[in-house]
């Protein structure tokens, strides 16, 4: 599934900016990083209603933390050879 979706982006992406018009922007740091906090805040609030949702987000925090290290070293790092 992850491949497909990874084959078809580039020509979606192609068609929406050529046959759609459509401008890509990034969003501003300081968009995203308050953006990060406050989702943050709302998964933590939500977890600590009920022992089942603290148990997922507890799962969800360390698969993050460990899919973030994996990512450094592979994907970005494949990225950023790639470009260069």
């Known amino acids: 599934m992850l491949a ?4 078809r982006n580039p020509g979606a992406l192609e068609q929406l900016v050529n ?3 459509v ?3 990034a969003y501003p740091d300081d968009v995203l990083s308050q953006l990060r906090k406050v989702s943050a805040e709302v998964a933590a609030e ?3 209603q009920n022992e089942a ?3 997922i987000y507890d799962s969800y925090v360390d698969f993050l933390d460990a899919s973030k290290k994996y ?3 592979s994907d970005l ?3 950023k050879a790639r470009d260069s």
């Open 23 to 25: 401008q890509l922007r």
């Open 4 to 7: 497909e979706y990874s084959a």
């Open 46 to 48: 939500l977890a600590a």
């Open 77 to 79: 790092a494949y990225l």
């Open 53 to 55: 949702a603290k148990k």
């Open 19 to 21: 046959k759609h018009h």
């Open 71 to 73: 990512s450094r070293i």
